[in-house]
């Protein structure tokens, strides 16, 4: 039989228990878990994320630089907040002892020989539960041909995802013949807030992307795009930070970097140190010139 517990004596009268307000813009009034979660891919310390987006080969296949995810990847994979991908490419490459959050690619259907914008759920919510995802992503294309289907897959994804405690990330996906500018991805970044994705990847643009990020009242994170110069790419990163993104969601400028361990960390250091885009260049040639 245990021991009988005496009752304690240690009430610290003098301290009143605090309740502290949850770090990321937004999302106060969440649940425990879905808080928790959201924590494991937003450093509490800096409230932003380096996400490691390798998805791409739900609708284009083996493209380059992740033609072998076991060679190029899971090396650098620790590098990185959140790592953002598929469940195939989770169950068969990745292994189960990697810790970081895992960014469940929530949504497909068509590949790049079809109509990108015609997609569907694409996951079970008990299977991202199973797989222990931190979150699930979905493309939402605004003014694309099937806008209204994928925001309902989104909306669907918002409420399944409530009812497990799963955030959501809305993904603006824009056609090519879409004109990228402040207007669009603010009207884009908006409908995902207010039909309540938990928390938006969207492009960045040189012109008013802190009116993007001033008007979505729930975290940004800056998608990377087609691969550009590490220094322009550092420097995108770091005006999107700074105009109040909370953090970057990257693939194909770091892993089609000339070294992407070397460009991980330099785009870590501008995440999470604020560090300027010519010292975090530096960083990064410095750590590909290593032997
Ligand atoms: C596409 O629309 C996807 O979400 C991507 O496959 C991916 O996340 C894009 O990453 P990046 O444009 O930085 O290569």
């Known amino acids: 039989m245990p021991e009988v517990d005496k009752e304690g004596k240690n009430f610290s009268l003098e301290k009143q228990m605090e309740t502290k307000g949850f770090f990321l813009k937004g999302s106060n009034s969440l649940d425990w878990g879905m808080k928790n979660r959201l924590s494991r891919i937003f450093n509490p310390e800096t409230g932003r994320t380096v996400m490691l987006a390798i998805d791409h080969g739900y609708f284009q296949g083996p493209t380059s630089g992740l033609e072998r995810i076991d060679l190029n990847i899971l090396p650098i994979a620790p590098y990185a907040d959140t790592l953002m991908l598929t469940r195939g490419i989770l169950r068969s490459i990745v292994p189960p002892s990697y810790t970081r959050a895992i960014v469940l690619r929530a949504s497909g259907g068509p590949s790049i020989l079809k109509e990108l914008s015609n997609e569907q759920i694409a996951v079970d919510m008990e299977d991202a539960v199973r797989l222990n995802a931190a979150a699930l992503a979905v493309q ?24 497990y405690g799963v955030p959501i990330l809305a993904v603006t996906a824009v056609g090519t013949e879409m004109k990228r500018s402040a207007r669009y991805f603010r009207l884009a970044c908006r409908i995902c807030a207010e039909l309540g994705a938990h928390y938006v990847k969207t492009y960045y643009i040189p012109n008013g992307f802190e009116t993007v990020t001033a008007s979505c009242p729930v975290p940004i994170v800056m998608a990377g795009g087609k691969k550009i110069p590490e220094i322009d790419a550092l420097t995108m990163a770091y005006n999107a930070v700074q105009e109040g993104a909370a953090g970057v969601d990257m693939g194909r400028n770091i892993f089609q ?29 410095d750590i590909k010139n290593r032997k």
């Open 140 to 163: 939402v294309f605004i003014g694309g041909e099937y806008e209204t289907q994928t925001v309902h897959n989104m909306t669907r994804l918002v409420d399944m995802g409530s009812r």
């Open 257 to 285: 970097a000339e070294s992407p361990a070397a460009m991980i960390q330099a785009v870590g250091a501008t995440v999470h140190e604020n560090l300027p885009p010519a010292q975090a260049h530096e960083m990064y040639l």
